[in-house]
């Protein structure tokens, strides 16, 4: 599989990271990964800023409290705080209604898409196949 390619991506631009390219980066996933590395290199080096979904911190931190690893979910926590949190407001949860009702999206997805929009993030990148539906939004996959 190969690396995103963020040739396009202006410099600076604000990218909301869905749950999954999360996962592969923290956990070093050996196929889905480096697929992904770009867009944390460009994120490292100041080329991109990142936002989350409250809806993905809690999917991040399942894993390690599930495995009773308080102090990596502490980690992931830090790390996922600095990226630019946003709260699931009335506003967002309305678009996300929308977002679902006419694209038939999951809720969850369709409340990533709706924070996207929100912020005007310039990508949100995801490794879900159902986002190529919302046509406003340009998908990192």
Do not use: C
């Not at 990964?33 to 994120?43: E, L, N, Q, V």
């Amino acid at each position: 599989m190969e690396p995103l390619d963020l040739g396009d991506m202006p410099e600076h631009a604000l990218v909301l990271v869905d749950t999954a390219p999360i996962i592969y980066f923290l956990e070093a996933h050996p196929t889905f990964g480096p697929r992904f590395a770009p867009i944390f290199a460009a994120h490292a080096a100041g080329r991109l800023r990142f936002a989350v979904t409250t809806i993905t911190i809690a999917e991040v931190l399942t894993g390690p409290l599930q495995a009773g690893k308080d102090a990596l979910a502490r980690r992931y926590r830090s790390i996922l705080e600095s990226w630019n949190p946003i709260d699931l407001d009335v506003g967002i949860a309305e678009m996300a209604a929308r977002l679902r009702a006419t694209l038939r999206l999951k809720l969850a997805d369709s409340v990533q898409a709706a924070s996207a929009l929100a912020v005007n993030a310039a990508a949100l990148a995801t490794h879900d196949r159902d986002f190529s539906r919302v046509h406003s939004l340009k998908i990192l996959s």
